[in-house]
């Protein structure tokens, strides 16, 4: 049995394409998926079933990746859920994300914005690399 098995991950994007592809992903792992198309459908999926990890897109229609991230991370509840990022938005900007994000400036301008200095607990460009996404949720839900 896979440590994985009858964990439950939220996947959170607003492409379906990408929701079926990571769920598919995670299926093969014996993972329970969620998932829901924007943060605000994410904040009610995770008062319904508490995930064990969440694979959230940061670019989407109605409430974006960040907000939901913010709003989590101030939730007592839900702030020990690990949040992998899943994103295309720095091919799709130009802008490497990734490392604005972990940047200390950033984490210091979004204190101040936020009142949070919340990191993700890791970062994956989309196109997902399945093996690469599966050793990460394996390295967070296997400690």
Known sequence: MSHLESKIALV???EPAQVEFVSAILDD????TISASNGKEAMQKITETKPDVILLDLMMSEESG????????KNKDYEDIPVIVVSGASQKTGVDL??????EEFAERKKKAF???AKPDAYI???????????I??????S
């Open 12 to 14: 959170v994007d607003d």
């Open 29 to 32: 792992q014996k993972m329970k």
């Open 66 to 73: 960040m907000k939901f991230f913010n709003q989590l991370k």
């Open 98 to 103: 990734k490392s604005m994000i972990y940047e």
């Open 115 to 117: 009142g949070i200095d």
């Open 125 to 135: 460009e989309k196109p997902v690399d399945p093996t690469k996404l599966v050793d």
């Open 137 to 142: 949720i394996r390295d967070f839900l296997s």
